[in-house]
Nanobody, 121 residues
Framework: QVQLVESGGGLVQSGGSLRLSCVAS??????????MGWYRQAPENPREWVAT???????TYADSVKGRFTISRDNAKNTVYLQMNSLKPEDTAVYYC?????????????WGQGTQVTVSS
């Protein structure tokens, strides 16, 4: 079982910045790691994808955050980051970290408990 622990959320004014961290309980550089990513869920809304980074470091972003958010990883610390700049009130949500592992037969999803981000106008 893999544990993911997010941190770094908080209250920030519009235009401000936050950096979220997600620490995994195992290595994130092994060959069975497919991707790590960030998702978010605002009240009464479905969870939505924000950004993904592959084991090889390829990054992709939702259009709503492209140019403002940056996902990165530190394999030595088993940690994935989400640097969020130019925050907007609509970025307010609980942010979740997701790790996808694979074996020969299937992929496995692991989620963190989430961290609250609130952007005031």
């Amino acid at each position: 079982q893999v544990q993911l622990v997010e941190s770094g959320g908080g209250l920030v004014q519009s235009g401000g910045s936050l950096r979220l961290s997600c620490v995994a309980s195992r290595s994130i550089s092994l060959i069975d790691v497919m991707t790590m990513g960030w998702y978010r869920q605002a009240p009464e809304n479905p969870r939505e994808w924000v950004a993904t980074i592959t084991r090889n470091g390829i990054t992709t972003y939702a259009d709503s955050v492209k140019g403002r958010f940056t996902i990165s990883r530190d394999n030595a610390k088993n940690t994935v980051y989400l640097q969020m700049n130019s925050l907007k009130p609509e970025d307010t949500a609980v942010y979740y970290c997701k790790l996808v592992l694979r074996d020969t037969y299937r992929a496995y999803d692991y989620w963190g408990q989430g961290t609250q981000v609130t952007v005031s106008s």
